[in-house]
């Protein structure tokens, strides 16, 4: 199977980190996600019921990173990509990538983040 549903770039504001200032203020965040999932019966019908709808799993990604607080990323990213899976059991893996878009670090650099894929037991 080679169907994958993307989710480039969603973007929000959450609290996680180690720092005091991190741990107070909440800071951009931006997410990458893959979706494997076979689509071609949605395909087929043109029916929504039969894939993964995108914009429940972008306001689950919201809220997970918004509600958890958590202090890794790598936390957020395996916390994010389970509640995922858990969301459509036709979904046999997700690759979650997460960013930190202001880094609190002195060195010049973009971004520091981390990703993680998750099958389906």
């Not at 980190?17 to 931006?30: S, W």
């Not at 609190?104 to 650099?109: G, H, L, R, T, W």
């Amino acid at each position: 199977m080679n169907d994958v549903i993307e989710l480039r770039d969603l973007r929000c504001r959450a609290v996680v980190g180690v720092l005091d200032q991190e741990r107070i203020h909440d800071q951009p965040l931006a997410f990458d996600i893959d979706i494997a999932r076979p689509f071609q019966e949605a395909v087929v019908n043109d029916d929504l019921h039969a894939t993964t709808n995108y914009a429940t799993v972008l306001t689950l990604v919201t809220r997970t990173a918004v509600e958890g607080g958590f202090v890794l990323l790598e936390t957020l990213a395996s916390r994010v990509a389970h509640e995922i899976l858990a969301l459509d059991g036709a979904i046999t893996s997700v690759t979650v990538a997460v960013r930190k878009l202001e880094p609190p670090v002195e060195e010049d650099v973009a971004s520091v983040g981390v990703r993680c894929t998750v099958p389906r037991p």
